[in-house]
């Protein structure tokens, strides 16, 4: 059975820096995309980045480019995100996804992680 | 980079009723596009992929058309377990960026 397992909720103060996980499980972690997916409070999903953990590749949507960084360590088979300098705006639920295959679309998803940033 | 818009944003409808949600992309992505659904405090999931092939164990209410700049998710007879934001992404930009509609939230009266 494929799994991602996020790491838990954090609270933090503004300027700190953040890295959250996501780890898979019953599947060839090295040879699958696994993506970051933003969710404000009370808002639509919006696509952050995507790794591919076999080569660490990575791509950034223009929103979040520079924000954040994804990474991957393929011997622990876990996939990350950090934050070097959190905002307030940050504040929200933070999801990986692995896809079905290919183009067509994400089947797996973790349960995500909600990070909140307030003085 | 491409554009999805979604509508409406919200519908309201009855138990029983068919009900359609339309996704417009800024252009041509062929059928590489995806719909997902979200209930509260719940990761989304995958309904449909390819614009109309139905994931497995989704319930066949549930279907996709479309080709090229628009697409159209469908609930054949809605249930009160449908109530939910369904969202649409485009993969024909794979793997990025991978960008979602706005989201259409759907209400049962």
């Known amino acids: 059975e494929v799994q991602l397992v996020q790491s838990g909720a954090e609270v933090k103060k503004p300027g700190e820096s953040l890295k959250i996980s996501c780890k898979g499980s019953?599947?060839?972690?090295?040879?699958?995309?696994i993506a970051w997916v933003r969710q404000m409070p009370g808002k639509g999903l919006e696509w952050m980045g995507i790794i591919y953990p076999g080569d660490s590749d990575t791509k950034y949507s223009p929103s979040f480019q520079g924000q954040v960084t994804i990474s991957a360590d393929k011997s622990s088979n876990t996939v990350y995100l950090q934050w070097s300098s959190l905002k307030a705006s940050d504040s929200a639920m933070y999801y990986c996804?692995?896809?079905?295959?290919?183009?067509?679309?994400?089947?797996?998803w973790g349960q995500g992680t909600l990070v909140t940033v307030s003085s | 980079d491409i554009q999805l818009t979604q509508s409406p944003s919200f519908l309201s409808a009855f138990v029983g009723d068919r009900v359609t949600i339309t996704c417009r992309t800024s252009?041509?992505?062929?059928?590489?596009l995806a719909w997902y659904q979200q209930k509260p405090g719940k990761a989304p999931k995958l309904l449909i992929y390819a614009a109309s092939s139905l994931q497995s164990g989704v319930p066949p209410r549930f279907s996709g058309s479309g080709s090229g700049t628009e697409f159209t998710l469908t609930i054949s007879s809605l249930q009160p377990e449908d109530s939910a934001t369904y969202y649409c992404?485009?993969?024909?930009?794979?793997?990025?960026?991978?960008?979602f509609g706005g989201g259409t939230k759907v209400e049962i009266k």
């Open positions: 992404q485009q993969l024909y930009s794979y793997p990025a960026p991978l960008p």
């Open positions: 252009q041509d992505i062929y059928s590489y």
């Open positions: 996804a692995k896809p079905l295959g290919g183009w067509f679309g994400f089947d797996d």
């Open positions: 019953g599947y060839k972690f090295s040879s699958q995309w």
